[in-house]
């Protein structure tokens, strides 16, 4: 089974700052890996796709990149409504495996 | 606007049986995988289920797997997930979420969450 490593598991930084969120696989995934965030009480909402692509109306301040086995999340700029839980999730047709998320407070 | 309107959560012994269903719009749903996704509050988000759009290819996690049973209506565009010998470990918000093509649950829309509580 494919493991995905997220880290770290919180982080604390200030409006403004850049703030970058890893994920490791345990094996080469290609670029089948998104990003989600998570506000408290709501579903997960799609931000990135396929490692690198921005969904349609997600602001430009969030950024993916990576392939295989190591990906990166990036906040450029971190604003006061990015306060959230992000997740990756590795996705292989109908089998799925979650990173195990990293809280981001303001 | 794709939505799905999910329902059937409550409260149940430990032992029993629930049917969650999501009912899915704005959609083409017999071309979409589905997946059934879990959380306890509180914590990370895991893989439950997966099923092609037309339903003859299925995945569970081992946790769940000889006790559930993941299923599409396409005529009624609802997805389902049947849980029989439910345990405390179950309790959790599911969610059921759309992929981009037939046999990728990629995820790109959620429901809303319903509440599971397996309890004595």
């Known amino acids: 089974d494919i493991q995905m490593t997220q880290s770290p598991s919180s982080l604390s930084a200030s409006v403004g700052d850049r703030v970058t969120i890893t994920c490791q696989a345990s094996?080469?995934?290609?670029?089948?890996l998104n990003w989600y965030q998570q506000k408290s009480g709501k579903a997960p909402n799609l931000l990135i796709y396929d490692a690198s692509n921005l969904k349609t109306g997600v602001p430009s301040r969030f950024s993916g990149s990576g392939s295989g086995t190591h990906f990166t999340f990036t906040i450029s700029s971190l604003q006061p409504e990015d306060a959230a839980t992000y997740y990756c999730l590795h996705y292989d047709n109908l089998v799925l495996t979650f990173g195990g998320g990293t809280k981001v407070e303001i | 606007e794709v939505q799905m309107l999910q329902s059937g959560g409550g409260f149940v012994q430990p032992g029993g049986s629930l049917r969650l269903a999501c009912a899915a719009s704005g959609l083409s749903f017999s071309t979409s995988a589905m997946a059934w996704v879990r959380q306890v509050p509180g914590q990370g988000l895991e893989w439950v289920s997966g099923i092609s759009g037309g339903g003859i290819n299925v995945y569970y996690a081992d946790s769940v797997k000889g006790r559930f049973t993941i299923s599409r209506d396409n005529s009624k565009n609802t997805l389902f997930l049947e849980m029989k010998s439910l345990r405390a470990d179950d309790t959790a918000i599911y969610f059921c979420?759309?992929?981009?093509?037939?046999?990728?649950?990629?995820?790109?829309?959620w429901g809303q969450g319903t509440l599971v509580t397996v309890s004595s």
């Open positions: 094996q080469d995934v290609r670029d089948y």
């Open positions: 979420a759309k992929g981009t093509t037939t046999v990728t649950a990629d995820l790109d829309s």
